[in-house]
T-cell receptor, first 111, second 111 residues
Framework: QKEVEQNSGPLSVPEGAIASLNCTYS??????FFWYRQYSGKSPELIMS????GDKEDGRFTAQLNKASQYVSLLIRDSQPSDSATYLC???????????FGTGTSLTVIP | EPEVTQTPSHQVTQMGQEVILRCVPI?????FYWYRQILGQKVEFLVS????????KSEIFDDQFSVERPDGSNFTLKIRSTKLEDSAMYFC?????????FGPGTRLTVL
């Protein structure tokens, strides 16, 4: 059974702080990992993908993957009020085409 | 920047009626998907489509659902006889080599 788990939050951080979002998943094996941002009533918007263990940085965003512990995280540095959204973790196992989404973590950045 | 488009943005229908949701994927993408998101719940995979046929479908995608690529640009999702529980946001997505890019969604309301 393939499951993707996220803390639904809400997570509140002050403007300028680091927001840390976590995601765990079941079922070892080859996977690809994606973080999406979803504003209320809008579609998921890709932030970044990560495929191998370690850190991957893109601007203010850093994705961290630890396959041994089966978790992937997203750090947002210098958080801005415009970062307030729900962050979706998605996992794709190589055995199929499906993306498995977590329920998302709601982030609020307080000015 | 190329994007996935969907029409209509909002569809209201009576229970038992047929609806067709339309999508125009990104032009050089070869993989197409439909997802749905019931209000307040996670994004759920419905079906993937490649090379003019369904490559994978979820348990949700039962005989009431069908997909077509009637021409070189459109990708449609048909629900034959809508039920109240079909009320949701329906997202189309397409993929080239990497992640899926989502359209803005169609909000389907079944009365």
């Amino acid at each position: 059974q393939k499951e993707v788990e996220q803390n639904s939050g809400p997570l509140s951080v002050p403007e300028g702080a680091i927001a840390s979002l976590n995601c765990t998943y079941s079922d070892r094996g080859s996977q690809s990992f994606f973080w999406y941002r979803q504003y209320s009533g809008k579609s998921p918007e890709l932030i970044m993908s990560i495929y191998s263990n370690g850190d991957k940085e893109d601007g203010r965003f850093t994705a961290q993957l630890n396959k041994a512990s089966q978790y992937v995280s997203l750090l947002i540095r210098d958080s801005q009020p415009s970062d307030s959204a729900t962050y979706l973790c998605a996992v794709k196992w190589d055995t199929g085409n499906q993306f498995y989404f977590g329920t998302g973590t709601s982030l609020t950045v307080i000015p | 920047e190329p994007e996935v488009t969907q029409t209509p943005s909002h569809q209201v229908t009576q229970m038992g009626q047929e609806v067709i949701l339309r999508c125009v994927p990104i032009s050089n993408h070869l993989y197409f998907y439909w997802y749905r998101q019931i209000l307040g719940q996670k994004v759920e995979f419905l079906v993937s489509f490649y090379n003019n046929e369904i490559s994978e479908k979820s348990e949700i995608f039962d005989d009431q659902f069908s997909v077509e690529r009637p021409d070189g640009s459109n990708f449609t999702l048909k629900i034959r006889s809508t039920k109240l529980e079909d009320s949701a946001m329906y997202f189309c997505a397409s993929r080239g080599q990497g992640a899926r890019f989502f359209g803005p969604g169609t909000r389907l309301t079944v009365l």
